[in-house]
């Protein structure tokens, strides 16, 4: 009987403290060639973006810079504006780009993916919506990532934001997938603490969903595991002090690990759930994602073997022998985990509206994120669900 699966990564990943310094090697292929950035304005004001120039000016390599991601969660119009600018460029001498940098977190990785792809596939990055729907390789893109989250420097999926639909898209293909991904604590050093904890709690999401989702297997559950351990010992510590480097550089290594976990496994119905919400109110997709796991979990449960819940209990710091009491341990260690880092408790608090709640539950039913979820559920129980995240 075939039990295949596919595990998918970045062909190139420079990790830990200092990587950035290995990064004009990786460059050479490219000198002499013409690069836009996709990055937005606090990077550039940061200095990071500036790092990234003076290593393309030593290696001959002309650059433009596409500041335009003006806000968290990434939209159809920042695409848009980025190809425009994709096609046009400053300098008529600079528009045959060979190579995207993204430089930031997911907002700025998921945008720059959608501009390469589009750019060669044509057409809008509406009509990638779902899965293996791009065909051609896009622009080869490096990923400089700066926050412990999203892990969308490694990963072959992008979320853009309809605001036409009010509908977060998940656009996912192996074609997405960046070509050289860089993971340096020393950038995200300066994470604000809502930064912090909103991506931070995301790498936690991330990683219980890849562990109990229908697809995966054992090389995302010793990552789904470890990235979890890792959250749980560390997570509090770079909340409480960002300079913490030591901490900063475990969340980092959590990040990546939930990332690749999920990256094969897929996610379930709180990423689903969570995503609709970013697409009708736009707010912190880690803290929607924190409300909800509890009872997505519960719901989860009844489908979930009991090895794997003792596992997950283990992961969290605390070994006990019984399923029932692993998943109140499990809900309770989330909860306490989402109130020391600053997460509000309930959707409301993020401006969920009841009256909004079932045209969101039928939008969840079309997330591809649903798929691998553990138990199949109905528009009523994901109503259900809401209402108790409310």
Same mark, same amino acid.
Do not use: W
């Given at each position: 009987m075939e039990n295949t699966h596919n595990f998918f990564i970045p062909k190139t990943n420079l990790i830990g403290v200092g990587a950035i310094k290995d990064l004009p090697n990786q460059l050479l292929s490219w000198k002499l060639s013409k690069v836009l950035i996709v990055t937005d304005k606090n990077m550039i004001?940061?200095?990071?973006?500036?790092?990234?120039?003076?290593?393309?000016?030593?290696?001959?390599?002309?650059y433009d810079i596409f500041d335009g991601i003006l806000h968290p969660n990434p939209t159809v119009s920042f695409v848009e504006d980025g190809l425009r600018y994709f096609k046009q460029g400053w300098n008529v001498f600079k528009r045959d780009y060979?190579?995207?940098?993204?430089?930031?977190? %997911?907002?700025?990785?998921?945008?720059?993916? &959608? #501009?390469? &792809?589009?750019?060669?596939?044509?057409?809008? #990055? #509406?009509?990638? *919506? %779902?899965?293996?729907?791009?065909?051609?390789?896009? #622009? +080869?893109?490096?990923?400089?990532?700066?926050?412990?989250?999203?892990a969308a420097e490694v990963t072959h999926t992008a979320i853009v934001t309809d605001n036409t639909r009010k509908v977060k898209m998940v656009i996912t293909s192996a074609l997405l997938t960046p070509f050289i991904s860089?993971?340096? +604590?020393?950038?995200? =050093? =300066?994470? +604000?603490?809502?930064? =912090?904890?909103?991506?931070?709690?995301?790498?936690v999401s991330h990683a219980i969903e890849a562990f109990v989702s229908t697809e995966a297997f054992p090389i995302t559950d010793a990552l789904a595991l470890d990235a979890l351990r890792l959250s749980f010992e560390y997570l509090p510590r770079a909340y409480e002090n960002g300079n913490d480097l030591e901490a900063r550089e475990k969340m980092m290594y959590a990040n990546i690990m939930a990332g690749?976990?999920?990256?094969?496994?897929?996610?379930?119905?709180?990423?689903?759930?969570?995503?609709?919400?970013?697409?009708?109110?736009?707010?912190?997709?880690?803290?929607?994602?924190?409300?909800?796991? +509890?009872?997505?979990?519960?719901?989860?449960? =009844?489908?979930?073997?009991?090895?794997?819940?003792?596992?997950?209990? *283990?992961?969290m710091g605390?070994?006990?022998?019984?399923?029932?009491?692993?998943?109140?341990?499990i809900i309770e260690s989330i909860k306490n985990l989402s109130s020391v880092i600053g997460i509000p408790g309930k959707l409301s608090m993020m401006g969920l509206e009841e009256g909004d709640i079932e045209e969101l539950a039928n939008n969840v039913m079309q997330d591809i994120c649903t798929l691998t979820n553990p138990r199949?559920?109905?528009?009523?129980?994901?109503?259900d669900i809401y209402q108790a995240a409310l």
């Open positions: 004001k940061l200095g990071y973006v500036e790092n990234i120039e003076k290593i393309l000016k030593s290696l001959f390599i002309s060979k190579l995207i940098i993204s430089i930031g977190g %997911g907002t700025n990785h998921d945008c720059a993916k &959608a #501009i390469a &792809a589009v750019a060669v596939n044509g057409g809008s #990055i #509406i009509d990638y *919506e %779902g899965y293996n729907k791009i065909t051609k390789p896009m #622009i +080869p893109l490096i990923t400089i990532n700066t926050t412990a989250g999203s860089v993971n340096d +604590p020393i950038f995200m =050093t =300066t994470m +604000p603490k809502e930064v =912090t904890s909103s991506s931070g709690i995301d790498v690749l976990a999920f990256n094969s496994a897929g996610l379930g119905y709180v990423h689903a759930m969570a995503h609709q919400l970013g697409g009708f109110y736009n707010g912190a997709h880690g803290f929607n994602n924190a409300a909800l796991l +509890p009872h997505v979990f519960r719901f989860n449960s =009844t489908a979930i073997p009991e090895h794997r819940i003792l596992k997950l209990c *283990e992961a605390t070994v006990t022998h019984h399923k029932e009491q692993a998943i109140n341990i199949q559920g109905s528009v009523e129980d994901i109503i």
